[in-house]
Every structure is written in structure tokens, then in C-alpha cells.
Nanobody, 116 residues
């Protein structure tokens, strides 16, 4: 199994980024997928998830600003992040989920830094 995140970077407050995760080594289309983030000194947290059928859920702090989507033909899950805030600064990771729990070894993540 491999999870490869990309698309992070430095952005000013109020800006936008889209991060991507390409998955391989498992049957992507039958898994729920989640985007997680880990800020320095904090625990990793679930930000958004999307079921195999396309239903989505978001952490309250990102509702209305972030959008999770998936392309099963490309084994890819996306996180569009708008109206970014400094508190969104973290390393962002994706993972497959089973019963609400991440199931695979973590990838390297992609750093998102929101700063002026």
C-alpha cells in the first residue's frame, strides 16, 4: 500500500490550496477515504471524509471552507481548501478508513503553511 500526498505549500490567510492523494495497493473504490492533519505539538485529527458512495463529512472548524472529493478512476482523493486560516497550518495526510478508523500506514504527508 502506498499513499502519496502532494499540493501543499505556503499561502497567505484567506488563500486557497488543493491537496491531492494518490493511493495504490488496495481497492480504492470500495474504501471510505479521509483527510487528516497534524499540527506541531498536537495529535493527528480527522478533517474530512468521503464514503465509497460519495457522502461527505467535515470537522466543524472547516465546514463551508474545505471540500473533499474523489476520483475512483485515478485512485485519488482531493481536499480543496478555501479561506485558509493560520490555524489550518499542519501536515496533511490521507488514509483509507474502515469503521471510521484509518487502516493503512501513513504516507509522508504534505505541509500546508498559512502565514502572511
Amino acid at each position: 500500500v502506498q499513499l502519496v500526498e502532494s499540493g501543499g505549500g505556503l499561502v497567505q490567510p484567506g488563500g486557497s490550496l488543493r491537496v491531492s492523494c494518490v493511493a495504490s495497493g488496495f481497492t480504492f473504490g470500495i474504501y471510505d477515504m479521509g483527510w487528516y492533519r497534524q499540527a506541531p505539538g498536537k495529535r493527528r485529527e480527522l478533517v474530512a471524509d468521503i464514503t465509497s458512495s460519495g457522502s461527505t463529512n467535515y470537522q466543524n472548524s472547516v465546514k463551508g471552507r474545505f471540500t473533499i472529493s474523489r476520483d475512483n478512476a485515478k485512485n485519488t482523493v482531493y481536499l480543496q481548501m478555501n479561506s485558509l486560516k493560520p490555524e489550518d497550518t499542519a501536515v496533511y495526510y490521507c488514509n483509507g478508513m474502515r469503521w471510521g478508523v484509518p487502516v493503512y500506514p501513513w504516507g509522508q504527508g504534505t505541509q500546508v503553511t498559512v502565514s502572511s
